[in-house]
């Protein structure tokens, strides 16, 4: 506000100033002496640059923006005809208006108070704008925020749910499995003869039966949609982040994606950390960083699948390695590809997951 009234005060001053000496002449003597026009211009200049200052004096220490309408127009009035008032003194004290005619001093004053009144009453008004527009923006990135640790914490816990669920059935299976394998062995070892040979074949329809299982298992840790592809599954994903935060997908080719990365149970596990990919570098934006974009960028590179996911760091911009970074770079390398972070020129994060495309024959 300070500032309003410093930039629109000394523009209104010099332009008082210079209408005055055209308008009005400099006077042809002061106290029985000749007015040189340097010192009728240099006076005025002063007294109009005093009472600048001195309205911004009074207006910082009667907070005008911070009171209620009636009271703040009530306040902006009184600044505006004091400041006047004081004006018309020095006006008269240094003998540019005569000490015996004070209407022209009066008529000034008038004139100079409606002038400063709505001065003070416009740096009021954008101040209060620009109050309103911060806290406009404050109460959305707070409504940002509270969405995005609300999904983070949401996605987070179904995460750990689905993937404890799926781990203690795998276990048990697995356990149960391993006896009934160690019995139908026993049998087998007893056995002769034709019996033998449909021993075999019942443990090898079993053997592929625990494979199915497992498929299955990987399946119902990740959301039904990656059993359509990669990209339907990230698309899904994408639906569930609230509005305030924009995510942007971009895949170069999605027939050549789709045929990089399968569908149904061919290759799901290599799909499953990819999406993962996606999933954690996203859930970490929003919850480390606050991001307000994101950037999800899929596609096929030189005989690698590239998953990248870029945020605008609308947080602070400070990026350090998000926990759980390692973890997820160590299960790329599992699948034979590799995983990279690196700042974005705009300042923002970019972490980005290399994978072999599945053979042309899976």
């Known amino acids: 506000m300070l500032v309003t009234i410093a930039v629109l005060g000394g523009a209104v001053a010099l332009a008082a ?20 026009l340097s010192w009728d211009l240099g006076r005025r200049i002063f007294i109009n640059l005093l009472t600048v200052i001195t309205t911004l004096l009074i207006v910082s220490q009667l907070r005008i923006e911070t009171r209620r309408p009636v009271t703040a127009a009530a306040l902006v009035l009184t600044a505006g005809v004091g400041v006047a008032a004081l004006r018309a003194v020095m006006q ?9 005619d004070v209407l022209p001093a009066l008529a000034d004053a008038a004139v100079s108070g409606v002038m400063i009144s709505l001065i003070i009453a416009f740096a009021a008004y954008v101040t209060r704008s620009q109050q309103r527009i911060r806290w406009a923006e404050r109460t959305s990135h707070l409504s940002a925020a509270q ?17 404890q669920l799926a781990s203690d059935n795998h276990d048990t299976l697995k356990e149960r ?12 070892g007893d056995a002769d003869g034709l019996i033998k040979l449909r ?21 119902f840790s990740y959301p039904e949609a990656l059993d359509h592809g990669l990209v339907p599954a990230v698309r899904a994903f994408i639906t569930v982040v609230p509005n305030p935060i924009a995510v942007r997908l971009r895949v170069s080719d999605p027939g050549e994606v789709h045929a990089a990365t399968g569908a149904g149970s061919v290759q799901i596990e290599r799909r499953a950390v990819l999406f993962h990919t996606v999933v954690e570098a996203t859930l970490n934006a929003l919850e480390f960083c606050r991001a307000q974009r994101i ?38 390398s599992g699948i034979g590809g590799r995983l990279e972070s690196e700042l974005t020129p705009a300042g923002g994060c970019r972490v980005i997951a290399f994978a072999p495309r599945i053979p042309a024959f899976a």
């Not at 030189?302 to 390692?326: F, I, K």
């Open 17 to 36: 100033t210079a209408q005055a000496i055209i308008v009005l002449g400099v006077p042809d003597e002061l106290v029985g002496e000749p007015v040189p």
């Open 92 to 100: 008269i004290t240094v003998g540019i208006y005569s000490q015996h």
């Open 147 to 163: 969405s995005s640790q609300a999904l983070v914490t949401l996605l987070r816990t179904q995460a750990r749910t689905r993937h």
């Open 177 to 188: 499995f391993g006896h009934v394998m160690d019995e139908i062995a026993e049998i087998i």
């Open 199 to 219: 021993m075999q074949s019942v443990q090898r329809e079993l053997a592929d039966v625990a494979i199915a299982g497992q498929q299955g298992l990987a399946m």
């Open 295 to 332: 950037d999800v960028e899929i596609g096929v590179t030189a005989g690698m699948v590239r998953v990248s996911v870029a945020d605008d760091a609308a947080g602070d911009g400070s990026h350090r390695e998000a926990p759980g970074l390692d973890n997820l770079r160590r299960q790329v």
